[in-house]
């Protein structure tokens, strides 16, 4: 497996590094992909939950809002953490792609095969898309501030356009008992959901302040400037993840070692010099 | 010039001491920081405590303690203050329940009572909204139909109110094989469901074999030839494409050295242009292009293909109550009290008869329950009106479990009361049933009140019900 790269080689890697830090690549990547996925499936069912379980809480107003700002915040903060430490341009790609696999096993496992809701119900809408598009301004940029403002600000018209494919059939208009509404409420009042009424469904309705019938273009509008100041904020946090410090191991007897004196016991920060910002 | 060495001198010195004392504060800092991630001391080895083996088997043991067992959907674990003082589902019949197969309709009609706004329960909010529905396992049964006072409830009811009663009608088919407990049920905004009566099926077959199938769009042009399966060429498809392109883009930059090497390129400040190279960033123009085509392309095909869309569909329906009776009747609750070993509640009440005909007591209901004079104790009609209302036909009509023949007048004063008398009448039902439902935990409750509606029968064999609310005693012996 012996290979040779420009990093490497300006590295002065002997071969035997070579090899071993790419066996070390194939075990931590997807180790790092499935934690990574799995825990941002936590966070983003835990905020934007029911917006994404159901076809008929897709709604104009507050899915995009919600999904955006729930996306960016972990995404943002893997991409910068990723960025910094091993300048890589797929970070919001990577968990991207891991939440919507989860979503996928989730939905399909346990609200499908368990909770018997059909998948046309209960399908994950997809954010790889709006990963590949933030990742690649980010790479042509090399700025998350630009990245900001060119990327994450059309993030949630990428999101809702690379949906529209998808959602478009549910968003056809049939008649159930004499009252006309969309596929999507007939599929939710036909396979209901014991604990959720109709009334608690959180979506767009007709009030005065109504949004002039151009519903999806400002909610995306907003969503896109409240998500810029999310991930600059995000990747903010990320940055001091990314500052490596060292300390004695306190576990070391545990392990055959021997028991760190109280002058070892102390936080120190990492022999690196410029480990702390952007390069 | 000594001077000036001088000064050098002192400020180097200034400077110094200056720079150890921003040491040691950083030190400190961080000697603070530790002692906050680091609260535990290290336990050293052969230190644990000696009776760790003790805690250990009392941890085992605690997974050993009875619990309390959940009974069908909870609706036996609702406060018994609430189910008995809040809606009132009666009259409710079942068409189609039992043996079934996956597609068989089950249509539940009854009526809906709310009490009067004086007697609904405190820890209660006033329903105006509320969405009728089934409870009983995810979605074993497809909604078909659903209806309040005739008005298709599709949508949330608005307008409920207290004192009032309601028709309705849910038609529901049977989708997953296996034994439900189904029941109908009125979810009220700020509140919950209350839980109607259930009956048990037994829905047999393959869950492959149900669909569902209508028409849509504005000719009613597209087939819909399965609901729980339809659009989803178009999920997986997309989806399919999004995955493809993530590994595209993922697998170009994981090709090379990723993790460590990477790291330590940074650390030790190398080019960056080693890191991203220009072949890297053609390759992410591309891919940006790529994603833009597609996302703008599919969306403007979807566009095109589904051209009529509309936006999700909420507000709520209105719906209107039936006419209220004209009972002349007037029913105060006196007292009442809760036995325990006889499993009796007796309720002491004031009736009034301030119409023109002479009526006799039929029936109490309470929470689904139907608690049910002897009916030759009543008059001939009254008699045959009290069965007819839980007996009409085989297949239809109330559910055996809750139709209790336990009621009784202590004193045995079944007589008519006639118009112009008030009389001070102690109804008992005394059944098993109230410990099967979980009413008797109203012993336990911090509301120690019943309600429920009392049946009053006239001379033509009409029937008019009444509601009494009353605080309850327990009797433990």
């Not at chain 1, 056809?172 to 599929?187: L, N």
């Not at chain 2, 060495?5 to 720079?19: C, G, H, W």
């Not at chain 2, 068409?95 to 009609?109: H, P, S």
């Amino acid at each position: 497996m012996a290979y040779s790269d420009a990093i490497t080689q300006k590295l002065n890697m002997t071969t035997n590094e070579e090899q071993t830090y790419r066996v070390f690549d194939l075990i931590v990547i997807p180790i790092v992909f499935v934690v990574m996925g799995a825990a941002f499936h936590l966070h983003y069912m835990l905020t934007a939950g029911d917006w994404d379980f159901w076809v008929d809480w897709k709604d104009r107003l507050y899915w995009p809002i919600t999904s955006s700002i729930a996306f960016i915040i972990f995404a943002g903060a893997v991409q910068g953490l990723l960025w910094r430490l091993i300048r890589m341009p797929i970070g919001m790609t990577m968990v991207a792609t891991g939440l919507v696999l989860m979503e996928w096993i989730s939905r399909y496992f346990n609200f499908h095969l368990w909770a018997y809701f059909p998948m046309s119900q209960v399908w994950p809408a997809t954010w790889i898309a709006v990963g590949i598009f933030v990742d690649a301004i980010l790479l042509i940029t090399g700025s998350a501030l630009m990245t900001s403002l060119f990327g994450v600000f059309f993030l949630p018209v990428i999101f809702i356009t690379s949906n529209y494919p998808m959602l478009a059939p549910f968003r056809i208009p049939t008649t159930v008992m004499g009252t006309e509404v969309p596929v999507a409420d007939w599929i939710g009042y036909v396979f209901q959901r014991g604990g959720s009424p109709e009334y608690l469904r959180i979506i767009e309705d007709a009030g005065l302040r109504v949004l002039g019938g151009e519903t999806w273009f400002i909610s995306c509008l907003f969503a896109g400037f409240v998500s810029i100041f999310i991930y600059m904020l995000w990747w903010w946090i990320s940055g001091i993840a990314a500052r490596p410090y060292s300390r004695s191991n306190p576990l070391a007897a545990y392990m055959g070692g021997t028991e760190p004196s109280d002058e070892d016991d102390a936080i120190t920060q990492d022999a690196y010099p410029n480990s702390n910002g952007n390069q | 010039m000594r001077m000036t060495q001088l000064l050098k001198m002192r400020t180097q010195t200034v400077m110094a001491i200056s720079s150890r004392l921003r040491r040691s504060k950083e030190k400190n800092k961080m000697q603070k920081n530790i002692r906050k991630t680091n609260q535990s001391s290290v336990a050293y080895d052969g230190q644990q405590s000696r009776y760790a083996w003790l805690m250990m088997i009392v941890i085992t043991l605690i997974t050993f303690l009875p619990v309390d067992m959940t009974w069908a959907h909870g609706e036996r674990t609702h406060a018994p203050s609430l189910r008995m003082r809040s809606i009132q589902f009666y009259d409710v019949t079942w068409q189609g329940a039992g043996d079934m197969k996956v597609g068989d309709k089950i249509t539940i009609e009854g009526k809906i009572y709310l009490p009067p706004e004086l007697s609904w329960p405190t820890t209660l909010q006033k329903p105006g909204i509320g969405y009728l529905q089934t409870s009983g396992p995810a979605a074993v049964f497809a909604k078909i139909e659903s209806y309040i006072s005739d008005v298709p409830m599709i949508q949330s009811a608005s307008g409920l109110t207290l004192g009032k009663e309601y028709t309705f009608k849910l038609v529901m088919q049977a989708r997953i094989p296996g034994k439900w407990h189904i029941h109908p049920s009125l979810q009220m905004i700020g509140n919950g469901p209350i839980v109607g009566p259930g009956i048990w099926t037994n829905v047999t077959g393959s869950w492959s074999d149900y669909k569902l199938s209508s028409t849509a769009g504005l000719d009613d042009e597209i087939l819909i030839e399965n609901l729980g399966t339809y659009g989803l060429d178009e999920v997986y498809g997309w989806h399919a494409v999004w995955f493809v392109m993530a590994i595209i883009w993922m697998l170009w930059w994981v090709r090379r050295p990723t993790m460590l090497p990477r790291y330590r390129a940074i650390q030790e400040g190398v080019d960056k242009h080693l890191l991203i190279t220009s072949t890297d960033k053609r390759v992410g123009i591309l891919m940006l292009c790529v994603t833009l085509v597609l996302v703008i392309g599919g969306a403007m095909n979807a566009d095109s293909k589904y051209n009529t869309v509309i936006p999700l569909q909420t507000g709520n329906v209105p719906v209107t109550p039936l006419p209220a009776q004209n009972s002349g009747l007037q029913v105060t609750g006196v007292t009442s009290e809760y036995n325990v070993p006889k499993r009796a509640l007796s309720l002491v009440m004031d009736i009034a008869n301030n119409g023109d005909k002479p009526v006799q007591i039929g029936e109490f209901a309470t929470a689904g329950l139907r608690f049910v004079m002897d009916s030759s104790l009543l008059s001939e009609t009254p008699g045959k009106a009290l069965e007819v209302s839980y007996r009409e036909g085989n297949t239809v009509g109330y559910i055996d479990e809750y139709v209790r023949d336990a009621l009784e007048i202590k004193g045995g004063n079944t007589s008519a009361i006639l118009p112009g008398e008030t009389r001070r009448v102690t109804l008992v039902a005394a059944d098993a049933v109230w410990e099967i439902q979980g009413l008797s935990k109203i012993t336990e409750s911090p509301v120690r009140r019943v309600g429920g509606l009392v049946y009053f029968f006239d001379t033509d064999g009409k029937r008019y019900r009444e509601y009494v609310d009353i605080a309850t005693d327990v009797a433990y012996r």
